[in-house]
Nanobody, 122 residues
Framework: QVRLVESGGGSVQAGGSLRLSCTHSEYAYMPVCMAWFRQGPTNKREGVATIRRRTGDTDYADSVKGRFTISLDDAKNTMYLQMDSLKPGDTGTYLC???????????????WGQGTQVTVSS
């Protein structure tokens, strides 16, 4: 069973930066894809960024391209999301996920963390 734990959320003003971390447990059959999703007031989960563990290939939602950067440190079993030039629309609960299809479709991810809150004020 893969366990994912997020950290690094907080409150910032628009234009600021935050770095989120997602640490996963050791697991013999760790999925090859990891991703960040966010959940706003409607509770709908929106894909933000995904990364393939073996190649480092990434993909981003159009709304965050050029502002967010996803990365992995396999030695630390940790995935990161560097968020720059934050906007009030980025506010939400950010969740990390692991699965076997590297895209931004919520249905393709099998394992989820509990989430960390990000609040961006204007």
């Amino acid at each position: 069973q893969v366990r994912l734990v997020e950290s690094g959320g907080g409150s910032v003003q628009a234009g600021g930066s935050l770095r989120l971390s997602c640490t996963h447990s050791e697991y013999a059959y760790m999925p090859v894809c990891m991703a960040w999703f966010r959940q706003g007031p409607t509770n709908k989960r929106e894909g933000v960024a995904t990364i393939r563990r073996r190649t480092g290939d990434t993909d981003y939602a159009d709304s965050v391209k050029g502002r967010f950067t996803i990365s992995l440190d396999d030695a630390k079993n940790t995935m990161y999301l560097q968020m720059d030039s934050l906007k009030p629309g980025d506010t939400g609960t950010y969740l990390c996920a692991a699965g076997w299809v590297c895209d931004l479709d919520v249905d393709h991810y099998n394992y989820w963390g509990q989430g960390t809150q990000v609040t961006v004020s204007s």
